[in-house]
């Protein structure tokens, strides 16, 4: 299957082509210009893998949480393209994503993104399966969130937080001895998870066992500034 990921739900932008058993990536510190660069950065992988958009058999994106702007930039890139093309389409949890890489660690692990307003999008999961819904809150109550998963456990001592909220939130954590003993900060961690979007794809076979669904949005846990009638 020849298959285009994107990954628009944080500030890097990170894209990956799958064609002719081989996989090209690009990967950028895009702070607010994914709008400029992600439709230029599919086009350079096309060319690279001599392949045309035609040829693609499905595009899979995050589905949220993530960046607002973020999200719908990855979501109107996938669906128009697929619509376009006559190509598959899915969406895909981004924390399910970001953990899958440590699924292979013993323990409690958590990917951490910075949902502003002293908040962090989060989730648990623990010898690579999720045990948590994904979490929309503040240290405190992730601080308690861990602790408990800790003492409930018999074998996981402490919590390994990565991901592009990791350090921030570690920060605020550690200014309380008794969460800073329940948790570890993971460092040198893949930037960008377009890759992983593209395994997990391949590996479930997501657009063969699974109904397209176009009408399919981001999921974004909270409502956003416009909703709330901030300005």
Known sequence: MNLLAVDTATEKLSIALAANKDVWLFEADAGLRHSELVMES???LFKKAAIKPEDLSGIVCMRGP???????IGFSLA?????????????????DCMARPLFSLKGLIMPV???????????LYRDGARICADMDADPEA???????EVTASQQAKQALLFGPGAEMLYGKLTQTPMAAANILLGKGLRWGNAQTLLEIALE?????NSVTDFSAGPVYIRKSDAEEGIK
Not at 113 to 123: H, N, R, V
């Open 142 to 148: 992730i601080g308690a969130a861990i602790a408990a």
């Open 79 to 95: 669906k128009g393209l697929a619509l376009a093309l006559g190509c598959g389409f899915a969406a895909i949890p981004t924390l």
């Open 204 to 208: 479930t076979d997501i657009f063969t």
């Open 113 to 123: 993104l910075d949902a502003k307003k002293s908040s962090f999008f989060c989730a």
């Open 66 to 72: 993530g960046s607002f702007t973020g999200l719908r």
């Open 42 to 44: 599919a086009d350079m």
